[in-house]
């Protein structure tokens, strides 16, 4: 088949590109040429997707089975792309995000369930990420005159991820000693590799047809605690870990998410069904999720070949706590329980 990728050199896009060449596709890549190097074996197309020349040009004399868009933020220009590659293109997949349902995770998540209001012409100022992406749906559903494949992940993890959360536990836990550990040790997490994420997404697209999807990992997938031994097992670490109460965490200015990466806080109403993400509809269709131990293990592979001093890999937000304040809430927290 011949398959076009909107992105496709960073993170997500790499695996989708990589999936692709597997299965002998040709494979276009439409980017600027900023985020990455291209996977050997694409033709590479340099444009900006906000560009409505570059948009003409990437599509001049060219046709695809399917297009996947790994790399669509903002309503109106994903609207400008879906129009541009109407009669270009069988099926148009994008990736959205579980974040564009509404009131999500305070209410459950769902394959049909209501999105943020949003308006497919809106712009980078109209809403938040998930609201954004909502728009973004729209956008394509309006604007692309062909079959439509929606992917909604969860929390992506795997080799070369550029949010650093993965990376930055990896990295954290290979230097081991005492490690600040966030809420309890039973606690839930669900999450999606890249790699499964773009198999999925091929599969569906190669199939055509409309459709709607929640991905990620299923229901008890796995808990901090077997995430973060997963994590000491992969790295040969002696970390030794620290279960701190997420009130206490609270009461020392611990952020959730981007201080401590993958921890939510305390139990609450607006996070109540943060890891309770059904993916039946996803697994009917096909959806085969990895081990943890592989996800974690592959991306230690990666990460351990890049130097310590480079891994800060954040696009708008540098994840991890800093040491001295790690080692000033251990402090607090064993004078607490002594």
């Known amino acids: 088949m011949k398959v076009l990728v909107i992105g ?13 060449l597997a299965r002998g596709h040709e494979v276009t890549t439409f980017n600027r040429g900023r985020s990455g190097a291209d996977v050997p074996g694409v033709e590479a197309v340099r444009g900006d997707r906000e560009s409505p020349a570059d948009l003409e040009r990437l599509a001049e004399g060219r046709k695809w089975d399917y297009v996947v868009d790994t790399s669509g933020y903002v309503p109106r220009v994903v609207g400008a792309s879906a129009r541009a590659l109407t009669g270009h293109a069988g099926t148009y997949a994008f990736i959205s995000t579980i974040s564009a349902l509404a009131g ?18 809106a712009g980078p100022e109209d809403g938040n990420y998930g609201v954004l992406k909502a728009g973004c749906e729209r956008a394509v559903e309006q604007g692309f005159d062909g079959d439509v494949l929606i992917v909604q992940p969860g929390i ?11 990376p930055w536990w990896l990295t954290r836990i290979a230097r081991g000693g005492k490690v600040l550990a ?34 990620t990992g299923p229901v008890g997938q796995t808990t901090y605690g077997e995430w973060l031994q997963a994590c000491k097992d992969a790295t040969g670490s002696d970390a030794e870990f620290v279960w701190v109460g997420s009130e206490f965490l609270i009461e020392q200015g611990a952020g959730a998410f981007v201080e401590l990466p993958l921890w939510p806080g305390p139990p609450s109403p607006e996070n109540t069904h943060f890891w309770t993400v059904p993916t039946d509809r996803a697994q009917a269709a096909g959806l085969r999720i990895r081990p943890v131990a592989e996800t974690v293990r592959d991306t230690w592979a990666w990460l351990r070949e890049i130097p310590e001093q480079e891994r800060n890999f954040g696009k708008r937000t540098t994840h991890g706590i800093a040491p001295e304040k790690e080692e000033a809430i251990l402090a607090a927290w064993a004078a607490r329980s002594a």
């Open 156 to 166: 992506i993890l795997g080799p070369y991820e550029d949010v650093a959360r993965l």
């Open 104 to 121: 999500f995770p305070a209410e459950p998540a769902g394959d049909d369930a209501e999105l943020w209001p949003c308006a497919p012409d």
């Open 8 to 20: 496709g050199s960073g993170f997500l896009g790499r695996a989708v590109v990589e999936e692709a």
């Open 182 to 215: 966030p809420g309890e040790p039973d606690e839930p997490l669900q999450f999606v590799d890249a790699r499964d994420l773009a198999i999925f997404t091929l599969d569906q697209a190669e199939r055509g047809g409309n459709g709607r999807f929640v991905v």
